[in-house]
C-alpha cells in the first residue's frame, strides 16, 4: 500500500527556516518521481518543486530559497526552506507519480500525503 506522510511543518518567523520531510513507503523510492504542492485558503494547488533521478524543478517564486533533495536508504524526499516569507503560508502536501519524470500538473500525480501546515507570521 502505497503511502506518504508529511512532516515538519510549523509556525515560524518571516526569514525562518523550515524543513519539510515526506516519508515514502508501500514502494522503492528510487523508481519514482516526487513532487511538493502547497495550498493557502482560496486559492488553487501551486507546484512547488519536484525531484527525480536526473533532474529538480523549482517554482519561480521558491527557486533560490528552497531545495529539494532525497534520500533513497531512507525513502524520503526532504524540503528545506530558506528565507521564508508570509506569501509560503500554506498546507505542503507531497506526492507521487507514476514514474522517474517531474510534472507540474497535480492532475499528472497518483498519491498524495495528507499535507502539513507552514505558518510564516511575525
Known amino acids: 500500500q502505497v503511502q506518504l506522510v508529511e512532516s515538519g511543518g510549523g509556525l515560524v518567523q518571516p526569514g525562518g527556516s523550515l524543513r519539510l520531510s515526506c516519508a515514502a513507503s508501500?514502494?522503492?523510492?528510487?523508481?519514482?518521481?516526487i513532487g511538493w504542492f502547497r495550498q493557502a485558503p482560496g486559492k488553487e494547488r501551486e507546484g512547488v518543486s519536484c525531484?527525480?533521478?536526473?533532474?529538480?524543478y523549482y517554482a519561480d517564486s521558491v527557486k533560490g530559497r528552497f531545495t529539494i533533495s532525497r534520500d533513497n536508504a531512507k525513502n524520503t524526499v526532504y524540503l528545506q526552506m530558506n528565507s521564508l516569507k508570509p506569501e509560503d503560508t500554506a498546507v505542503y502536501y507531497c506526492?507521487?507519480?507514476?514514474?522517474?519524470?517531474?510534472?507540474?500538473?497535480?492532475?499528472?500525480?497518483?498519491?498524495w500525503g495528507q499535507g502539513t501546515q507552514v505558518t510564516v507570521s511575525s
Open positions: 506526492a507521487r507519480l507514476g514514474g522517474d519524470y517531474c510534472s507540474q500538473d497535480a492532475s499528472s500525480y497518483t498519491y
Open positions: 508501500g514502494f522503492t523510492l528510487y523508481y519514482y518521481a
Open positions: 525531484i527525480s533521478r536526473i533532474t529538480t
